[in-house]
């Protein structure tokens, strides 16, 4: 018998994904408790240069989102006049 099988013939469906739920949450919450340590142990110069990537970064990213949107938009309007 495997393990999960072993688990199911104990707990109904529910309990098994309630259990799944909260390890969910508790590696969440490990990994926000180990993210808060190292943010915490950082200068303040490193935490300045941290949030000046992230900022970087997610703007880089909403251009090319942008971007993908424009060139999906102006492929699809094409394809519609070889259509007609």
Do not use: T
Request: charged residues 20%; neutral net charge.
């Amino acid at each position: 018998m495997s393990h999960f099988g072993f688990l199911r013939s104990h707990l109904n469906g529910r309990q098994v994904i309630g259990l799944k739920e909260l390890l969910e949450d508790l590696l969440r919450l490990l990994l926000q408790l180990i993210v808060d340590e190292v943010l915490k142990s950082l200068p303040r110069d490193a935490l300045d240069l941290v949030s000046f990537v992230f900022l970087v970064a997610l703007h880089a990213c909403l251009l090319a989102f942008i971007f993908h949107l424009l060139i999906n938009e102006d492929c699809g309007s094409r394809a519609n006049l070889r259509l007609r």
